[in-house]
């Protein structure tokens, strides 16, 4: 008894009460949160790691060894902590990527959007840890046993080993942040690779159009969702302007594979999609198809262009002849937070670019369009709707946002008819299109487009409008017929990529035609089984 009793207090020394609280409350917030997408091998993994700092400080008494632990283990609770509090669920690759591509203005914005009271356990997890870094436990060498110790190590070693020879210990022998983050820095060598090659590729590309002139113009919305378009039949009127058109032909059973901008945007512009993933430096991209079939590309953005590093989506944007950002008010992480950068800054060089002398012009117009915080992406005079409490709030700022991308969406289509050249020859199209939804209380009652497990149809159920010029028209009668017939089929937009080039009759041994909503083969049958794993067509 005297033995059980010694060894008892031997682990309770080894495993320092305060510090084994540090390191579990995050994992205890992560069951209360949501117990389906907590593990509680993290428990056993992170009991694992304790003495590997403990136990060399109980041996050489270096007070530093104890307070570098506490620190490691309270920067790695407070991460997790507010991501399970704030995203309702455990860091992920995914989580840290968005992040990563996030600006010290979308930040504040996005804290501001999602910010509850649930975040004020960080209170009492702070004051925790400054109690364990200053009150470091006295320990006196011959109080235990080096058999317990050697033990103790023992057992974390067998458990590292056993990992590591089974090459899993990344994956299941380290923490979860750990493991993130290795994953992470995988991703980070990657993109710092694909940045140093910004050329496009030559690839054998022709327009098959018999027309003089041709272009193409592409407008990538942000954070939009149909289910807040009255074009789709939302109650509140946040399309006055698209409504009264009569020359847009409306997909209405269109989703975007990924609820994040970077996953989404690289989706649609490269032959990679969410079935067949591809990496970014093997994978052929829209820039480098249009380039080569003689087209001068243009890539006029009010997105920011830079995150922790500069994001592929700015590869994509350099890799153009000529791209230009517009938004100079959120360019640096230490921008006054309070700014703001309207999509009508869009306007002048656009109109610069139809009007560039050039024969062939495919030209991508990047919105902020409706990314929170939803009060700052529109102008005063459109502050129509309104709520009557937070939420009810919420909502009508971001209706505005909408009424105001109604706005914008109308005058880039109204541009490119005024700019219109009168020859018969001459054939623009253009797509609107956003990269993902928004769920703004749709479902879940939430707000912002994360999600913890299955992901909300809010989420993804984007807009997704053709307008065709009278050359169009004329020049290719029966490609506008199928385009007509086809606008009512389940689409994903990660195969945007072959559909462009079908709208703009590019010739490629990339294009495959089962795969454009704009061809006859369109195949219809394909399952729509999106990020989370799940069927969107079976929920």
């Known amino acids: 008894m005297k033995k059980f009793y010694t060894a008892l207090k031997a682990l309770k020394e080894i495993y320092p009460p305060y510090l084994v609280l540090l390191v579990i409350t995050p994992i205890i917030t992560g069951f209360i949160i949501d117990h389906e997408l907590s593990d509680s091998r993290h428990i056993i993994i992170n009991l ?36 399970w509090i704030i995203l309702k669920g455990p860091v992920t690759l995914t989580s840290l990527l968005v992040m990563s591509n996030t600006n010290y203005l979308e930040a504040i914005e996005f804290l501001d ?23 470091s436990p006295k320990y006196f060498q011959s109080k235990i046993k080096p058999y317990i110790i050697g033990a103790v190590l023992l057992v974390s070693a067998i458990f590292i080993f056993e990992n590591a020879i089974h090459e899993r210990f990344i994956r299941k022998g380290v923490p979860q942040i750990v493991k993130v983050s290795f994953s992470f820095i995988d991703k980070i060598n990657l993109y710092r690779e694909a940045m140093q090659e910004i050329d496009p590729r ?92 003689g087209f001068k590309t243009y890539w006029i953005s009010n997105q920011s262009p830079i995150g922790i590093w500069d994001n592929l989506v700015t590869v994509f944007a350099k890799k153009s002849d000529y791209f230009k950002f517009v938004n100079t008010t959120s360019n640096s992480s230490f921008e006054a937070i309070l700014t703001t950068s309207y999509d009508s800054k869009l306007f002048k060089p656009f109109i610069s670019a139809l009007k560039e002398d050039v024969s062939k012009k495919f030209i991508v117009l990047h919105l902020m369009g409706s990314h929170s915080s939803y009060s700052k992406r529109y102008p005063s005079d459109f502050d129509i709707f309104n709520g009557s409490n937070n939420r009810e709030e919420t909502i009508a700022e971001y ?32 797509i609107y299109l956003s990269d993902h939804g928004e769920n703004v209380y749709d479902e879940l009652d939430r707000v912002g487009h994360d999600y913890s497990k299955e992901l909300p149809n809010a989420n993804v159920e984007v807009p997704f409008i053709v307008w065709l010029s009278p050359g169009y028209l004329n020049l290719n009668p029966e490609k506008v017929k199928v385009i007509n017939s086809n606008r009512n089929k389940p689409f994903v937009s990660d195969d945007l990529f072959h559909s462009i080039m079908d709208l703009n009759g590019i010739q490629s041994s990339y294009l495959e035609e089962e795969r454009s909503i704009f061809s006859e083969k369109f195949n219809e049958a394909r399952q729509r089984i999106l990020e989370d794993g799940k069927d969107y067509d079976k929920k």
């Open 202 to 293: 030559i690839l054998n590309a022709n327009s098959t159009f018999i027309a003089s002139r041709q272009t193409f113009v592409l407008i990538l919305g942000e954070s939009c969702s149909r289910q807040h378009m009255s074009l789709y039949g939302a109650s509140r009127n946040t399309n006055p302007k698209l409504e009264r058109r009569n020359d847009l032909i409306i997909y209405d059973n269109v989703v975007s594979p990924y609820s994040n901008t970077l996953n989404s945007v690289l989706s649609m512009f490269s032959q990679s999609n969410i079935e067949r993933k591809i990496s970014f430096e093997n994978s052929i991209d829209i820039i480098d198809v249009f380039y080569s079939a």
């Open 48 to 83: 694992i790691w304790i003495p590997l700092f403990t136990i060399p400080f109980i041996l050489v008494q270096k007070r530093i060894i104890y307070q570098l632990a506490t620190l490691i283990y309270f920067l790695i609770g407070l991460i997790e902590i507010g991501h």
């Open 399 to 430: 209706d505005n946002s909408m009424l105001y991308n109604d706005f914008i969406i109308d005058s880039l289509l109204n541009i490119i008819i005024t700019n219109d050249s009168p020859q018969n020859s001459s054939i623009i199209s253009a």
């Open 113 to 135: 959007l999602k910010a509850t009271t649930g975040l004020l356990i960080l209170i009492p997890y702070t004051f925790l840890f400054f109690f364990s870094f200053r009150h």
